[in-house]
């Protein structure tokens, strides 16, 4: 009888220091995050960013094969310096930014994970949703766990961690029925994404 | 009369110079941009905590070539009408 409560007494203490999945928010109202997207055409260059991003990613630093999440980018949020460059990009003629409000991507599983320390690389699989069209997509990305820095960041508002996802992959607009075959020698067909995010996981009190 | 159509001419150049030059000095003043004119500046940021690299947009006037090219060729305009009108007022 006293090696069996020995026992659930040291099974209860373990479980109570395994990690638990953390839920990161990657609503950012200050707009540091951002996605810089690139199209290099023989006769034009397009450079932009977006940074209404929004979603969760829930994540175990101990076993990070287990993530789950959705990031959202605003379609409205998506910029371009020329005025004239940006009403076509919104419009209907392009992304339909009133018809598909949000541009997303899914994650349904995590590849080749690979730990070193607070940083990680893992290759992430899932669904990337533009203009209404979803598509399977692998994405390199580089994660940066920082436990305890959402203090620094809030001005010590809040206490809680950060995680840091940086992502670079290319896709082509055709995939996702934006004008395929047309304007090529102005809009290349590839699009280069460059993902920069940080997501905030409060502590509960 | 001959004197109201001289100070006119007279009036022409010097408010062609001066549009010139207030035009360039005002191009040149702001940066020189030989871009579009610009009405926000990105300034390129690090987020010191995440290391993550961001632009904030500041509203600001850049003139560019357009505003440039508008100046010299309404001072330049004024100019020539000027001497147009001095010439011909010659006997």
Known sequence: MKYAIAAIALSVSCSAFAADPLTFDFKDPKGVNNVVFKLDAPLESINGTANGISGSVTLDPENP??????????TKSLTVPNPMMLEHLLGDGWLDAAKY????????????????????TADVKGTFTLKGVSKELTVPAKVTYLPGKLADRTGGQLQGDLL?????????????????????????DDIELSLSIAGAAPKKS | MKNAFRSLAIALIAGGFLALAATVAFWALSGANSGWTKTYVEIHKIDPITEIAYSER??????????????????????????????????
């Open chain 1, 65 to 74: 094969q287990q993530t789950t999440g959705k990031i959202v980018v605003e």
């Open chain 2, 58 to 91: 500041v509203e600001r006037f850049i003139p560019g070539v357009e505003i440039l090219g508008a100046g010299i060729l309404g001072g330049s305009v004024c100019i020539l009408a000027g001497v147009v009108i001095l010439k011909r007022q010659k006997p």
């Open chain 1, 101 to 120: 409000p949000e541009i997303s991507f899914e994650v349904k599983e995590i590849l080749g994970a690979k730990k070193d320390g607070d940083s990680g």
């Open chain 1, 164 to 188: 840091v996802i940086r992502a670079k992959f290319q896709i082509k607009r055709s995939d996702f029925g934006i004008k395929p075959g047309e304007h090529l020698d102005k809009v290349s």
